[in-house]
């Protein structure tokens, strides 16, 4: 059965930093596409960042370019989320996510990936 489980999320002020871990378990994920995504209270849940690492790509959503850094390692079966300058609306629950196998959609669309995580809180005050 495959899982994924985040950590490291938490309380932080404004301006700080935070490093996210998600942890898969069932099967390795070295050739296909990892995201994460968060979802504020009442919104949608939308992406912020993917890792293609067949064409060594890394994508981010225009809010967190810049503060964001998105990595995996694969002897470990992990990746991370490494959250800098963080603000107030980067607030949400943040979620891992994993596609089956490679495949035609887009890296930014929730349909794209089959498995995910429950989730991880990520609080940060002004």
Do not use: C, H
């Given at each position: 059965?495959v899982?994924?489980?985040?950590?490291g999320?938490?309380?932080?002020?404004?301006?700080?930093?935070?490093?996210l871990?998600c942890?898969?378990?069932g099967?390795?994920?070295?050739?296909d596409?990892m995201?994460?995504?968060?979802?504020?209270?009442?919104?949608e849940?939308?992406?912020v960042?993917a890792i293609?690492?067949?064409r060594?790509?890394?994508?981010?959503a225009?809010?967190v370019?810049?503060?964001f850094?998105?990595s995996?390692?694969n002897?470990?079966?992990?990746m991370?989320?490494?959250?800098?300058?963080?603000?107030p609306?980067d607030?949400?629950v943040?979620?891992c996510a994993?596609e089956?196998?490679?495949?035609?959609g887009?890296?930014?669309?929730?349909?794209?990936?089959d498995?995910w995580?429950q989730?991880?809180q990520?609080t940060?005050?002004?």
């Open positions: 059965q899982q994924l489980v985040e950590s999320g938490g309380l932080v002020q404004a301006g700080g930093s935070l490093r871990s942890a898969a378990s099967r390795t994920f070295s050739r596409r995201g994460w995504f968060r979802q504020a209270p009442g919104k849940r939308v992406f960042a293609d690492w067949s060594g790509s890394t994508y981010y225009d809010s370019k810049g503060r850094t998105i995996r390692d002897a470990k079966n992990t991370y989320l490494q959250m800098n300058s963080l603000k609306e607030t949400a943040y979620f994993a089956r196998s490679y495949g035609s887009w890296y930014f669309e929730r349909r794209t990936y498995y995580g989730g991880t990520v940060v005050s002004s």
